[in-house]
């Protein structure tokens, strides 16, 4: 697996110290309260649980998963394929996503929860490529500004494989070519 990464963008270590720091301004904002983290799934989980275990807030966890199409247009359509256990009226929402591109999940996501009586939405994201924007959306918190390249490692994946790579790289030309 490791075989098939260029280069790595982010070590371990790197990861850690991003951490280390969101969850220092997320503990000073949660302080005495108690929100709903809801983890996008899938790539998000990784994050959300390492960040869970540096948060020293009470907090429920919580998952939704949606999947975005590309059609003929240019405008993104994002379908949700899993929904909440919680109901979310009333309650604070912290959102956990791996990495925010165009911002139409993002987008969508953050205009459902309002739509539901969330008391406030935030969303905490990894990583953000800002290059890839297509919708005015912005992540609260953002963990690591990335260049516009595809991505793999750390809850992030290419064809649904290389999620569990402790770091983020960066793909061989020669593995999509094979595909
Ligand atoms: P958006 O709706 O375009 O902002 O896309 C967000 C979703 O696309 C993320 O939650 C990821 O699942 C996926 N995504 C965006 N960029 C990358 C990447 O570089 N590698 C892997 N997945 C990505
Ligand atoms: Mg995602």
Redesign the pocket.
């Known amino acids: 697996m490791n075989n098939d990464i260029q280069s790595v963008l982010y070590s371990e270590q790197q990861i850690d110290q991003m951490e280390d720091r969101l969850a220092k301004r997320l503990n000073a904002e949660y302080q005495n309260r108690q929100p709903i983290v809801v983890s ?1 799934l899938t ?1 998000a989980v990784f994050f959300t649980t390492d960040m869970m275990k540096k948060m020293d807030f009470k907090a429920t966890l919580d998952f939704i998963d949606v999947s ?1 199409y590309e059609g003929t247009e240019s405008t ?1 359509h994002v379908t949700l394929e899993h929904d909440l256990k919680h109901d979310v009226k009333g309650q604070d929402v912290l959102m956990m ?10 987008q969508y996501l953050i205009d459902l929860l309002q739509k539901r009586g969330a008391k406030s939405v935030k969303v905490c994201a990894m990583m953000d ?1 800002p290059e ?1 924007r297509k919708v005015d959306v912005h992540a609260d918190y953002a963990g690591l500004e990335v260049p516009n ?4 490692g750390y809850g ?3 064809d649904g494989l290389y999620r569990n790579l402790p770091y983020v790289g960066i793909l061989k030309p020669s593995v999509y070519s094979q595909s």
Not at 97 to 106: N, P, Y
Not at 149 to 152: A, H, K, W
């Open positions: 996008v790539g975005s993104g996503e791996d990495i925010v591109d165009t911002g139409r999940t993002l490529k890839g390249e595809f991505l793999v992030l994946d290419y």
